[in-house]
């Protein structure tokens, strides 16, 4: 009977220790995109969520020099390294795991999406971006 007992505290616990992890994951850390291409680091700025590329593949041209922000819109921010570059901003926590209001710069294309952000759990952040009407989702994995 004791046994019986023990098991079934031992379980309580452990099932309040998962569903307590899950609450409260955090975006803060650093994401790997779905191509694994390149890594995303996200802080707390105050009160909202910022992101920076931390890392990709191939960050240098072929002379050696870092790869800029050539698609920028504004020129006078092409010459920009990319490595490093503040790419995420003014996401708004409006529930638990879910960030609203924020905005990505996409340097492949020199846009910058309206953007929400989704923790499904410590290793899975859900992004969603839009420009227009036009919307796209992806699954970052946590790498830190």
Same mark, same amino acid.
């Given at each position: 009977?004791?046994?019986?007992?023990?098991?079934?505290? +031992?379980?309580?616990?452990?099932?309040?220790?998962?569903?307590?992890?899950?609450?409260?994951?955090?975006?803060?850390?650093? %994401?790997?995109?779905?191509?694994?291409?390149? &890594?995303?680091?996200? %802080?707390?700025?105050?009160?909202? +969520?910022?992101?920076?590329?931390?890392?990709?593949?191939?960050? &240098?041209?072929?002379?050696?020099?870092?790869?800029?922000?050539?698609?920028?819109?504004?020129?006078?921010?092409?010459?920009?390294?990319?490595?490093?570059?503040?790419?995420?901003?003014?996401?708004?926590?409006?529930?638990?795991?879910?960030?609203?209001?924020?905005?990505?710069?996409?340097?492949?294309?020199?846009?910058?999406?309206?953007?929400?952000?989704?923790?499904?759990? &410590?290793?899975? +952040?859900?992004?969603?971006?839009?420009?227009?009407?036009?919307?796209?989702?992806?699954?970052?994995?946590?790498?830190?």
């Amino acid at each position: 009977m004791i046994t019986n007992l023990l098991k079934s505290i +031992l379980a309580a616990l452990v099932a309040t220790i998962l569903f307590t992890s899950v609450g409260n994951a955090e975006p803060t850390g650093v %994401w790997q995109v779905p191509d694994g291409k390149s &890594h995303i680091e996200i %802080w707390l700025c105050g009160e909202k +969520l910022c992101g920076k590329i931390a890392w990709f593949t191939d960050p &240098h041209n072929a002379d050696g020099t870092l790869k800029v922000d050539e698609k920028n819109k504004n020129e006078a921010l092409r010459t920009r390294p990319l490595l490093g570059l503040g790419i995420m901003s003014g996401f708004t926590e409006t529930s638990d795991g879910k960030w609203t209001k924020g905005r990505i710069y996409n340097p492949e294309d020199g846009r910058i999406y309206r953007s929400k952000l989704e923790v499904k759990d &410590h290793n899975t +952040l859900n992004v969603s971006g839009c420009v227009l009407v036009f919307c796209k989702a992806q699954t970052w994995t946590r790498v830190k």
